[in-house]
């Protein structure tokens, strides 16, 4: 088992440009949660999907921010235009109904300029 | 909705002695309680939990208590070792059959050899 894998781990793009994250969950695994950690706000969910469904997307902080899941094995966060006050480290995490932990992604840490 | 409050913010302990992070949470109805390690670089990992219907759960070095009437929880780390080293987050799921988590700020534990 591979566990999450989000995609890119790195990050670094200039104000203004668009920004894509990529997670793909543990196989099985019917929720997917997007959450974003800051010094100054700690973890904080963004969104979470159940079997590919938004349910809960309160924690986007703006329109400029939008997640999509389009099938059960991959998702993404897109940031468009992206400002330097989206720089953080934004983790994916998945879990079961049978399980309720969450395994969580490596994450991306993101550096706008 | 759910607020978890943790203390404290920093630990710093001699090798061998336990530990010990507390956590308080606000929605009288949430009935399970994640604990989850991360060290540099990494996502958070799930390393023990415990559900509302238990006082008190271990797994080995690792135990965790939960007080229903007094909206309490608390990690014990037991002879602590170096590798323990890392930043502790407590959460909470509330009720309602969603399996959305509030994590606390975090407790920075330092392991002193």
């Known amino acids: 088992d591979a566990g999450v894998i989000q995609s890119p781990r790195h990050e670094v793009t200039e104000m203004g440009q668009e920004v894509t994250l990529r997670c793909k969950p543990i196989?099985?695994?019917?929720?997917l949660f997007w959450y974003r950690q800051t010094m100054m706000r700690g973890l904080e969910l963004l969104i979470y999907?159940?079997?590919?469904?938004?349910?809960?997307d309160s924690g986007m902080p703006e329109d400029r921010f939008s997640a999509k899941m389009p099938n059960a094995s991959f998702s993404t966060l897109k940031i468009q235009p992206s400002e330097p006050r989206d720089s953080a480290v934004y983790f994916c995490?998945?879990?079961?109904?049978?399980?309720?932990?969450?395994?969580f992604g490596s994450g991306t840490r993101l550096t706008v300029v | 909705g759910e607020n978890v409050e943790q203390h404290p913010s920093t630990l710093s302990v001699q090798e061998g002695d336990s530990a010990v992070i507390k956590c308080t949470y606000s929605?009288?109805?949430?009935?399970?309680f994640p604990w989850y390690k991360q060290e540099l670089g990494k996502g958070p990992q799930l390393i023990i939990d415990?559900?509302?219907?238990?006082g008190e759960k271990k797994d080995q070095r690792i135990a965790v208590t939960l007080n229903k009437t007094a909206k309490h929880f608390s990690l014990h780390i037991t002879e602590t070792q170096p590798e323990d080293s890392a930043v502790y987050f407590c959460?909470?799921?509330?009720?309602?059959?969603?399996?959305?988590?509030?994590f606390g700020t975090g407790t920075k534990l330092q392991v002193i050899p």
């Open positions: 995490a998945s879990s079961t109904d049978r399980n309720y932990g969450y395994t």
């Open positions: 196989s099985g695994h019917d929720y």
């Open positions: 999907f159940n079997n590919n469904v938004p349910i809960d």
């Open positions: 929605d009288s109805a949430s009935n399970y």
């Open positions: 415990i559900r509302s219907n238990v």
């Open positions: 959460a909470a799921r509330g009720s309602g059959g969603y399996q959305k988590v509030t």
